[in-house]
């Protein structure tokens, strides 16, 4: 596959919070993914977790990982953030540290970098047309986040707060990224477009976890979304 610049080595970011029951089948799953002959950095960051996560996290195998450490919950927001930081590989992928979202997708997500000189590529939960929901308050939610991006940027985005979140990470380093919680999404995504920098979009697979499986996102993380949007279009 031809590699139009030269990308070697991708970035795996997992912000984990008390993932215990998940963290170790995950960092399976990722370590076996697919990355189309990218050398793969894997960087778990334990937000502040008050279960087994970062007992967990301690006996997994130290070849390509990198272990961050928060020493009290700051939010996924900061989680992606420290995991940035910490970052050395040309493309940087957002993964989260459930079982929500499935690394056998990689190749899709790489594609467009490797093939096509993207800079960012988000995996979006509607294109697919096939994927189930958390429920239907949720999926309502994220559909006002991403139909107030495209009023707010000119945009024709289908999901804005999808977890899968690919960049290039020269860019990526460049944005002054001001988020702690779920505001990560429309913040990032914000910048983004007012660079007119275009983000493709391409169909991924998920399986979403509900509040009583350990869902974290809440009514409030709407509103920051809402306000961040805002904010970065009028440069406060």
């Not at 979009?201 to 350990?214: D, F, K, N, W």
């Amino acid at each position: 596959m031809p590699n139009q610049k030269n990308y070697k080595t991708l970035s795996i970011i997992i912000s984990a919070f008390n993932e215990e029951a998940t963290i170790e089948e995950l960092f399976k799953r990722v370590k076996n993914a697919n990355t189309l002959g990218l050398k793969k950095e894997i960087i778990i960051v334990d937000d502040g977790s008050v279960d087994d996560t970062l007992k967990i996290l301690k006996k997994l195998p130290k070849k390509n990982l990198k272990l961050v450490f928060h020493s009290k919950n700051k939010g996924k927001g900061a989680g992606v953030r420290s995991g940035i930081k910490a970052s050395t590989g040309d493309i940087i992928l957002i993964q989260d540290a459930d079982l929500e979202y499935h690394p056998n997708q990689y190749p899709k997500l790489l594609r467009p970098f490797l093939k096509k000189n993207a800079k960012v590529v988000y995996g979006s939960r509607e294109l697919s047309g096939k994927n189930r929901h958390s429920s239907a308050v949720f999926h309502l939610g994220g559909r006002m986040v991403t139909t107030l991006t495209n009023l707010l940027y000119g945009s024709s985005l289908t999901d804005v707060s999808t977890c899968y979140k690919v960049f290039d990470s020269k860019l990526i380093k460049k944005i002054p990224l001001r988020c702690v919680r779920f505001e990560f999404c429309p913040e990032v995504t914000a910048h983004i477009l007012k660079r007119d920098i275009d983000i493709v979009e391409v169909p991924i697979t998920y399986s979403p976890r509900s509040y009583m499986e350990g869902k974290k996102i809440k009514a409030k993380d709407g509103v920051e979304a809402f306000y961040t949007l805002v904010r970065v279009q009028l440069g406060i």
